[in-house]
């Protein structure tokens, strides 16, 4: 045995390493297709604006790759 339990309680914690609560993505799943315009499960610039108008979109889309996609947005949320 190697008893490396110690590493998955910081994995729980840690958003990038999958430890996002399941409830909150399926939350902001529903909480996105009011916003989703074009139904690709991301939000692009616009489509946030709507979302939220107040946040800073670079700052949510971590991959900068001009979308908001669900873990991006509750990252962005669990921040607040």
């Known amino acids: 045995p190697t008893g490396g339990s ?3 309680a910081t994995a729980a914690k840690t958003p990038a390493a999958g430890g996002l609560d399941p409830k909150m993505v ?3 799943e529903s909480r996105m297709k009011k ?3 074009n139904s690709d499960s ?3 610039v616009s489509e ?3 979302y939220d108008a107040n946040s800073d979109f670079g700052a949510v889309d971590q ?3 001009g979308l908001a996609d669900v873990s991006e947005l509750v990252i962005a949320r669990q921040k607040k």
């Open 6 to 8: 110690s590493t998955s």
């Open 26 to 28: 399926a939350w902001m």
């Open 35 to 37: 916003y989703d315009k």
């Open 42 to 44: 991301k939000l692009d």
């Open 48 to 50: 946030f604006k709507a």
């Open 63 to 65: 991959n900068k790759d």
